[in-house]
C-alpha cells in the first residue's frame, strides 16, 4: 500500500462547480498536513496546510481526520485558474520532516 | 529574495556522464532537500540536509551524491548517469512555520534531466 493516496481523476468540471479531493495516508505517527497545487510543468506551491480543526483560505476548506487517516479539500465555485494537479503532503515527523508527497489529482475547470 | 533558485533549467546528458545539479535559497531556511518526480509517481526525496555540513539520504539516494557547506547551497551530483534517471528534479527548502503549521516547503523551478 502506497503510503499518501489520492483520487486518481482526473477531475473535469465546470467553472462556479464545488470539487472535492480525498487523501489517505497510511502512517498513523503523521504529524502535520498540507496541499500543495502543480501547473504544468512548474513546481509545486503550497497551498494550504491542514489542521486538526479544518481550515479554510477564501474558497479552500481543508479538513483532517486523523482517526480515518483521511485528509480532503474542497474548493468551491471553482476558476479557470484552479487547474492544476493537487498534491496531498504528509510529514512523518514532528521535529524536523519527512515529506511524503501523493501521486496527484489533476484538475481542469472547463468555461 | 530570489527564493529557492536551480540551474540548470534543462539538461540532456549520455549514460555514465557526471554532473552537478545547482541549487541555492536566499531565506536561511535551515533545511534543504532534493526530489525526483516521474509521470504517475508523487515526488520522491533523493537526499536532504538540516543544515551546514549535516546531509542524509531519503527514499532514493542510490546514484546521487550532496554536501551542504553553506546554509545557502546544496549541489546535487549524479555520479554516472543512467537513462532511470531521467526525471524532473526539484529543490526545496523548508522552515517551520510557526502557529503549528508545521514545516513548510518551497520549491524551486525544477531542472529537467533527460540521459540517452
Known amino acids: 500500500r502506497k503510503e499518501v493516496e489520492q483520487d486518481p481523476g482526473p477531475f473535469n468540471v465546470p467553472e462556479g462547480a464545488t470539487v472535492a479531493f480525498n487523501c489517505t495516508y497510511s502512517?498513523?505517527?503523521?504529524?502535520?498536513f498540507f496541499w500543495y497545487r502543480q501547473d504544468c510543468r512548474k513546481e509545486p506551491k503550497l497551498l494550504m496546510s491542514?489542521?486538526?480543526s479544518g481550515n479554510e483560505d477564501g474558497r479552500f476548506t481543508a479538513q483532517l481526520n486523523r482517526a480515518s487517516q483521511y485528509i480532503s479539500l474542497l474548493i468551491r465555485d471553482s476558476k479557470l485558474s484552479d487547474s492544476a494537479t493537487y498534491l496531498c503532503?504528509?510529514?512523518?515527523?514532528?521535529?524536523?520532516?519527512?515529506?511524503?508527497f501523493g501521486p496527484g489529482t489533476r484538475l481542469s475547470v472547463l468555461p | 529574495n530570489a527564493g529557492v533558485t536551480q540551474t540548470p533549467k534543462f539538461q540532456v546528458l549520455k549514460t555514465g556522464q557526471s554532473m552537478t545539479l545547482q541549487c541555492a535559497q536566499d531565506?536561511?531556511?535551515?533545511?534543504m532537500s532534493w526530489y525526483r518526480q516521474d509521470p504517475g509517481m508523487g515526488l520522491r526525496l533523493i537526499h536532504y540536509?538540516?543544515?551546514?555540513?549535516?546531509?542524509d539520504q531519503g527514499e532514493v539516494p542510490n546514484g546521487y551524491n550532496v554536501s551542504r557547506s553553506t546554509t545557502e547551497d546544496f549541489p546535487l551530483r549524479l555520479l554516472s548517469a543512467a537513462p532511470s534517471q531521467t526525471s524532473v528534479y526539484f529543490c526545496a527548502s523548508s522552515y517551520k512555520a510557526s502557529g503549528g503549521r508545521g514545516y513548510e516547503q518551497y520549491f524551486g523551478p525544477g531542472t529537467r534531466l533527460t540521459v540517452t
Open positions: 531565506m536561511n531556511h535551515e533545511y
Open positions: 503532503v504528509v510529514n512523518l515527523r514532528n521535529y524536523g520532516q519527512n515529506f511524503v
Open positions: 502512517n498513523s505517527a503523521s504529524q502535520s
Open positions: 491542514v489542521y486538526s
Open positions: 540536509s538540516v543544515g551546514a555540513g549535516i546531509t
